[in-house]
């Protein structure tokens, strides 16, 4: 009685390691390289703070009252040392240059509205020559809307300084609501105070008429 032949399998091929090592060091390499965008693009934002540190010198304005006479014109008004978001230092000082001071509130929607009508209107005009516009963020408060002001604020050009977590430049103001205006005039000394919305046109005449025009 014959044999048949007994065909032997082919032999089983390895499976190389090769290939998961392969995508082992690819998928280290990719997380390094995400960790390092990561740091470098996060290093550029750790100067960035919402609230500052601020140094005012001077009287305190009394709490602004809309509809009645207001005490504080007449009165020197408060300077304010301090820096941007960036820590840039910036100050607002009675330097004999007559100046206005817009104080806004991430979170207040007329203020929103202030800065988005105001933006690309100075952007257009400039400001007018001989007078000066300044900003101060305040009121911050990470639990409410359009938080940080540093992002909200990322394309008004305007000078801004961020005041601390105690508000303490809006109380040195006497600011009693959004958008709030302080207008010095050459003399250091306030001439008017504004509560709520104004329109960029009559914000610049009252701008061109403190600088004499």
Same mark, same amino acid.
Request: with cysteine; charged share 20%; net charge positive.
């Given at each position: 009685?014959?044999? #048949?032949?007994?065909?032997?399998?082919?032999?089983?091929?390895?499976?190389?390691?090769?290939?998961?090592?392969?995508?082992?060091?690819? /998928?280290?390499?990719? /997380?390094?390289? /995400?960790?390092?965008?990561?740091?470098?693009?996060?290093?550029?934002?750790?100067?960035?703070?919402?609230?500052?540190? %601020? #140094?005012?010198?001077?009287? +305190? @304005?009394?709490?602004?009252?809309?509809?009645?006479?207001?005490? *504080?014109?007449?009165?020197?008004?408060?300077?304010?040392?301090?820096?941007?978001?960036?820590?840039?230092?910036?100050?607002?000082?009675?330097?004999?240059?007559? #100046?206005?001071? $817009? @104080?806004? +509130?991430?979170?207040?929607?007329?203020?929103?509205?202030? /800065?988005?009508?105001?933006?690309?209107?100075?952007?257009? &005009?400039?400001? =007018?020559?001989?007078?000066?516009?300044?900003? $101060?963020?305040?009121?911050? &408060?990470?639990?409410?809307? &359009?938080?940080?002001?540093?992002?909200?604020?990322?394309?008004?050009?305007? =000078?801004?300084?961020?005041?601390?977590?105690?508000?303490?430049?809006?109380?040195?103001?006497?600011?009693?609501?959004?958008?709030?205006? %302080?207008? %010095?005039? *050459?003399?250091?000394?306030?001439?008017?105070?504004?509560?709520?919305?104004?329109?960029?046109?009559?914000?610049?005449?009252?701008?061109?008429? @403190?600088?004499?025009?």
């Amino acid at each position: 009685m014959s044999k #048949k032949a007994v065909k032997k399998p082919p032999p089983r091929k390895r499976r190389s390691r090769k290939t998961p090592i392969l995508i082992g060091v690819a /998928v280290l390499a990719v /997380v390094a390289l /995400v960790a390092l965008l990561t740091t470098v693009s996060g290093s550029g934002d750790a100067n960035i703070k919402q609230t500052r540190s %601020v #140094k005012i010198t001077g009287q +305190a @304005l009394p709490l602004y009252q809309s509809g009645t006479a207001d005490p *504080a014109v007449g009165m020197p008004a408060p300077e304010i040392t301090g820096a941007t978001f960036d820590g840039t230092p910036l100050s607002i000082t009675n330097d004999g240059t007559p #100046k206005a001071i $817009i @104080l806004l +509130a991430h979170w207040c929607p007329h203020c929103q509205t202030e /800065v988005e009508e105001l933006t690309p209107y100075i952007k257009a &005009n400039g400001i =007018p020559e001989g007078v000066e516009v300044f900003s $101060i963020s305040t009121s911050v &408060n990470a639990a409410k809307p &359009n938080y940080p002001p540093s992002k909200w604020l990322a394309d008004w050009p305007v =000078p801004t300084i961020a005041d601390n977590s105690n508000s303490s430049s809006a109380r040195a103001f006497g600011l009693s609501g959004f958008p709030f205006v %302080v207008f %010095v005039g *050459a003399d250091g000394k306030v001439v008017g105070r504004n509560e709520g919305d104004m329109p960029p046109e009559t914000l610049y005449k009252i701008l061109e008429q @403190l600088a004499g025009r």
